[in-house]
């Protein structure tokens, strides 16, 4: 089973940006997609976007013209641009693998804390 790492998570005003790093254990080309997820503050965890391994991209229910979702194969890495931040993008990021249901797979990592605040 392929587990995560998060990473890249900080303290960003209002407007800035980060890029969330997801490091995979194993190949992510042997799962069916891997997705990035949030879980703020009193919230549930919810997708933010996922990559297939064909690269077809799905969002969930956010600004799709502020997250972005690439990968690298060859580093086993996915990675997650989220520009214009916004308050409400405060939450601990985690990504994990897959199926073809859209369902979660795995243990979750220890997550990825991004805090936006001026």
């Known amino acids: 089973q392929v587990k995560f790492v998060e990473s890249g998570g900080g303290l960003v005003q209002p407007g800035g940006s980060l890029r969330l790093s997801c490091q995979a254990s194993?190949?992510?080309?042997?799962?069916?997609?891997v997705g990035w997820y949030r879980q703020g503050p009193e919230k549930e965890r919810a997708l933010v976007v996922a990559?297939?391994?064909?690269?077809?991209?799905e969002y969930g229910d956010v600004e799709k013209d502020r997250f972005t979702i690439s990968k690298d194969n060859a580093e086993n890495t996915v990675y997650l641009q989220i520009n214009d931040l916004k308050p409400e993008d405060t939450a601990v990021y985690y990504c994990?693998?897959?199926?073809?249901?859209?369902?979660?797979?795995?243990?979750w990592g220890q997550g990825t804390q991004v805090t936006v605040s001026s």
């Open positions: 994990n693998s897959l199926d073809s249901y859209g369902r979660a797979l795995g243990s």
């Open positions: 194993g190949y992510i080309t042997s799962v069916y997609a």
């Open positions: 990559i297939s391994g064909w690269d077809e991209v």
